[in-house]
């Protein structure tokens, strides 16, 4: 079963960026459709972007034209590019793995990252 670790968060000021990486083993990630998920301080978890195996991508309305998905197939590593943070971007972020093409439902997800901490500051 694919692991997936997440890295590359931290804090940055309102209007920065940062670049989330969310690296695989045990799987290959053009193998899956990936998404990155975030929890806000006090919410539930919510989808932020997908990719399918067919490069196909999705996101949450909020971050459209700010983030942008991706992957490197030969790094076997999915990305989170993040421009123009705002400070309700903060969260905890995680990617995770699910072998259906579609959806958002968390619980479609089987394979999760451990999370990283991202803080934008006003």
């Known amino acids: 079963q694919v692991q997936l670790e997440d890295s590359g968060g931290g804090l940055v000021q309102a209007g920065g960026s940062l670049r989330l990486s969310c690296a695989a083993s045990g799987g290959t990630v053009s193998s899956y459709r990936m998404g990155w998920f975030r929890r806000p301080p006090g919410k539930e978890r919510e989808f932020v972007a997908g990719i399918s195996w067919s490069g196909s991508t999705d996101y949450l309305d909020s971050v459209r034209g700010r983030f942008t998905i991706s992957r490197d197939n030969a790094k076997n590593t999915v990305y989170l590019q993040m421009i123009s943070l705002k400070p309700e971007d903060t969260a905890v972020y995680y990617c995770?793995?699910?072998?259906?093409?579609?959806?958002?439902?968390?619980?479609?997800?089987?394979?999760w990252g451990q999370g990283t901490q991202v803080t934008v500051s006003s």
């Open positions: 995770a793995a699910t072998r259906r093409s579609v959806g958002r439902d968390p619980t479609q997800f089987f394979s």
